[in-house]
């Protein structure tokens, strides 16, 4: 069975520029999570949805973040525009409901120049 | 807010040494802890989850064990080998999956 899938791996752009990532979750999970990785620490969560809602966003710079998760399947979190302090590991992350086991994808690492 | 420490920040060892890498959490009002390894460049992979009713799990040479009211849990790694370098993260989950992690032990098992 497949595991979280994340895309694209890498990606580096310009200050300003937009920037979008997709995460595809293990099937069958409902809770659905994006993290943040900055170098040397430990991920911090972005945004967790159940099923189709987001029900934890307190994290997330609505400013510029933006993050769905369309039939309550795969998401996509969005940037607009990047700036230099963005530039991390962005991890997503899945599990079947509340409290269970939470598997992670590669994560996508993202450079803004 | 749940707060995580991991000690040591980083660890080398000879192969086949025993080991033990902590994790401390400030508020023992958790559903589980979770431990992940990572290695460089990869995202996280889940080891063992912890329920807050246990006292342990094992998997294989791993052994965690839970001490919900001191606030600690501890790895237990067996006759460590070189290929279970990689940074260990211990994160606690403080309800709906909100985990709160620690910033990890490195863990380099020296041939």
């Known amino acids: 069975e497949a595991g979280v899938v994340q895309s694209p791996r890498y990606k580096i752009i310009e200050k300003k520029q937009p920037v979008a990532f997709w995460c595809n979750p293990i099937?069958?999970?409902?809770?659905l999570y994006w993290y943040l990785q900055n170098l040397g620490q430990g991920p911090e969560l972005l945004i967790r949805?159940?099923?189709?809602?987001?029900?934890?966003d307190s994290q997330l710079p609505k400013d510029r973040f933006s993050a769905e998760r369309l039939k309550g399947v795969d998401s996509t979190l969005k940037i607009q525009p990047a700036e230099l302090g963005d530039s991390a590991v962005y991890l997503c992350?899945?599990?079947?409901?509340?409290?269970?086991?939470?598997?992670f994808g590669q994560g996508t690492r993202l450079t803004v120049v | 807010k749940q707060e995580v420490t991991q000690i040591p920040a980083a660890l080398s060892v000879p192969e086949g040494e025993n080991l033990v890498l902590n994790c401390s959490f400030t508020?023992?009002?958790?559903?589980?802890l979770q431990w992940f390894r990572q290695d460089p460049g990869k995202g996280l992979t889940s080891l063992l989850l912890?329920?807050?009713?246990?006292r342990e799990q094992t998997s294989g040479r791993l052994n965690a064990s839970l001490d919900k009211s001191s606030g600690r849990s501890t790895l237990y790694i067996a006759a460590s080998q070189p290929g279970d370098s990689a940074t260990y993260l211990c994160?606690?989950?403080?309800?709906?999956?909100?985990?709160?992690f620690g910033t990890g032990t490195r863990l380099t098992v020296i041939p």
């Open positions: 992350a899945s599990s079947f409901s509340q409290n269970t086991e939470a598997f």
């Open positions: 099937s069958g999970h409902n809770t």
């Open positions: 949805y159940e099923n189709e809602e987001a029900v934890d």
């Open positions: 508020d023992s009002a958790i559903y589980n």
């Open positions: 912890i329920q807050s009713s246990q």
């Open positions: 994160a606690v989950n403080a309800g709906a999956n909100n985990l709160f």
